[in-house]
């Protein structure tokens, strides 16, 4: 385990350039937004196979909905957080992130891939057109003007993240000096993968154990908000 202060210490010793941040839930958890596997996190309460799958909209897409719907609007109130704010802060950093939440945009981060989707996003099951759609929808479930059902715009399980994101992502990665990994079981593909392509320092942020307690080379057991300000400070120092 690494302390913030040697963390510090290491990006002290860099030749600086590139950085990587790559975030799970848990960078969003001290803005109120539950994470998915922690003891309160969402796959805790709801089944994935009932909200989050295709069969499950096709099934049912106004029990899909009314949870997409909840969603949205913890995430409307929600409001960036400490580690969000200093992230956005590098300004030319690349943010990779599974979120749905928008929170890294919403804080200022100029370069965010979203790997997932984002949940004010929706897209016509006919027509495959998307649009931003913020507000609470007055009818569920929701339709496109074309009469066709909307969908959330995100990735749910047993579909593709596409194919030139996941490259976009591997080829930052490989060309960073330093990676941060903020907030994430590392349990979904990809991201337990996208870590070994980083030749650079890879840096965990995470309170709780994880499988990149192995493959990170430090590991920092705080949270993010506590975290992610001093290390960015040093970030910045150092790139100057
Ligand atoms: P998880 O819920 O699997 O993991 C959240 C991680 O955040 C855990 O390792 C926690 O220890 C950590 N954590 C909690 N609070 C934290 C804090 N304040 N600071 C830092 N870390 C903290 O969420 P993800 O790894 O993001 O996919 O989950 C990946 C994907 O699985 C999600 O995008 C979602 C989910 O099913 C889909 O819905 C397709």
């Known amino acids: 385990m690494t302390s913030i202060d040697e963390a510090i210490a290491a990006i002290r ?3 600086l350039e590139r950085v990587v941040v790559y975030t799970g839930a848990g960078v969003s958890a001290e803005s109120g937004i539950p994470t998915f596997r ?3 996190g969402l796959w805790r309460t709801f089944r994935a196979e009932d909200l989050a799958t295709p069969e499950a909209f096709a099934r049912d897409p106004a029990l899909v909905w009314e949870w997409y719907e909840w969603r949205r609007k913890l995430i409307r109130e929600a409001k960036p957080n400490a580690a969000h704010d200093a992230i956005a802060r590098l300004h030319d950093a690349l943010v990779i992130t599974q979120n749905i939440d928008g929170l890294h945009a919403r804080a200022g981060s100029e370069h965010v891939t979203e790997l997932h989707g984002n949940i004010f996003r929706v897209c016509c099951t ?4 998307t649009s931003t759609r913020r507000d609470a929808f007055p009818e ?3 339709r496109c003007s074309c009469g066709a059902l ?3 715009d995100v990735v749910w399980f047993g579909e593709r993240i596409p194919m030139e994101t996941i490259e976009r992502s591997v080829h930052a990665i490989e060309r960073t000096s330093l990676l941060l990994v903020i907030g994430t079981s590392g349990i979904v593909y990809p991201a337990s993968s ?3 392509f980083c030749h650079g320092l890879s840096i965990e942020i995470n309170p709780d154990m994880t499988p990149f307690r192995s493959s990170c080379d430090l590991v920092v057991a705080e949270k993010a908000g506590t975290a992610i300000p001093p290390i960015v400070d040093a970030i910045l120092e150092q790139l100057r």
């Open 150 to 152: 909307l969908r959330p």
């Open 38 to 40: 922690d003891a309160d």
């Open 126 to 129: 006919r027509e495959g057109t």
């Open 140 to 142: 569920l479930p929701p």
């Open 194 to 196: 996208l870590v070994h």
């Open 13 to 15: 010793n860099l030749a």
